[in-house]
Nanobody, 117 residues
Framework: QVQLQESGGGLVRPGGSLRLSCAAS????????MGWYRQVPGKQRELVAD??????????DSVKGRFTISKDSAPPREVTIYLQMNGLNTEDTAVYYC????????WGQGTQVTVSS
């Protein structure tokens, strides 16, 4: 079992920045993939960025150059990933979900990000 705890959402003005965090604890495998997804009402959940246990990263085209995903694997059996979001615009408004893929697939509860003037 893996537990995911997200934090860092909120309201920000266009052009502003936010940092999301997702702490994974429990049965963390040596090989895993973690990422951030987002969803707006009426649309499918979409990948924002992900990072593998080896540190390889992948970004949606819409966020390349603005968002940065990173991870911290200390202490053992815990992993925290971060999503640094810069240059936010109104199209980034969504509920952001953390995902852990190891032996099983887990999702966080979601955190709201609202970009508005």
């Amino acid at each position: 079992q893996v537990q995911l705890q997200e934090s860092g959402g909120g309201l920000v003005r266009p052009g502003g920045s936010l940092r999301l965090s997702c702490a994974a604890s429990g049965s963390i495998f040596n090989t895993y993939l973690m990422g951030w997804y987002r969803q707006v009402p009426g649309k499918q959940r979409e990948l924002v960025a992900d990072i593998s246990s080896s540190g390889s990263t992948n970004y949606a085209d819409s966020v390349k150059g603005r968002f940065t995903i990173s991870k911290d694997s200390a202490p053992p059996r815990e992993v925290t990933i971060y999503l640094q979001m810069n240059g936010l615009n109104t199209e980034d408004t969504a509920v952001y979900y953390c995902r852990y893929i190891g032996r099983h697939d887990y999702w966080g509860q979601g955190t709201q990000v609202t970009v508005s003037s």
